[in-house]
């Protein structure tokens, strides 16, 4: 897998970065919310450097214009609910691409410190052959990516894979690089250190599904 940690090369992606990660910026919903999703913008468009185009001619008032356009057959792939503000901002770039999504949350059993990944709800289109975009905001321990690829695969086999991840922990990355195939990608905003005794992201940002809709009961 060829990870591209975009974060490496300044940008303005390094605001919103900094705003959803500032505990006195990050409790505005609708605020982190629009980060996440301008932050899927960014990756989106650095995504779509590594497509197939094809040679096309728009008819203009004037005359004729030849450009490149995609040619990909896209399907994004979000999980559930963390994953809704950045599938929008992919969505904003790839406004023709089919849609999947996907729930996956941590079971954790009598060790609040080890859990589960469990699948309940998959709506998904025919896969065979298309360009699978599978978005996760957090990368913790990768487990998450890895069981809801596994859930999709009854739906056929993509061409290609990019996963599509706001920040990650070091160790995340490196299983879903063990997991994945060679020519799969992984677009990433950040890479943290590590994780913490409960497997959250350090220093990361806290749960980005309460953050961006509000804090759940059930865990």
Not at 136 to 157: I, N, R
Not at 179 to 192: G, K, P, T, V
Request: glycine content about 6%.
């Amino acid at each position: 897998m060829q990870v591209h940690n975009i974060s490496q090369q300044n940008s303005v992606l390094n605001t919103f970065l900094s705003e959803i990660r500032n505990i006195s910026i990050q409790n505005d919903r609708m605020r982190f919310r629009r980060n996440i999703e301008r932050i899927g913008e960014i990756l989106g468009y650095e995504l779509s450097k590594s497509l197939n185009y094809k040679a096309s001619s728009i008819k203009t008032p004037l005359g004729n214009s030849s450009i490149n356009l995609i040619e990909n057959n896209i399907v994004l792939c979000s999980v559930l609910r963390a994953g809704v503000p950045l599938h929008n901002g992919l969505l904003n770039y790839f406004d023709k691409a089919e849609n999947a999504f996907i729930s996956a949350y941590r079971h954790h059993k009598d060790n609040p410190k080890s859990f589960e990944i469990i699948v309940e709800y998959l709506a998904c289109p025919n896969l065979e052959g298309k360009t699978l975009i599978l978005a996760d905001p957090m990368l913790a321990t990768g487990q998450s990516m890895v069981a809801t690829f596994e859930a999709l695969k009854p739906f056929g086999t993509p061409k290609e894979v990019h996963l599509v991840s706001v920040i990650g922990a070091q160790h995340g990355v490196d299983f879903v690089q063990n997991s994945f195939e060679n020519n799969s990608h992984l677009w990433i905003a950040a890479i943290d250190e590590t994780l913490n005794d409960k497997r959250y992201i350090i220093p990361g940002l806290g749960d980005a599904g309460d953050l961006a809709f509000g804090e759940k009961l059930q865990h």
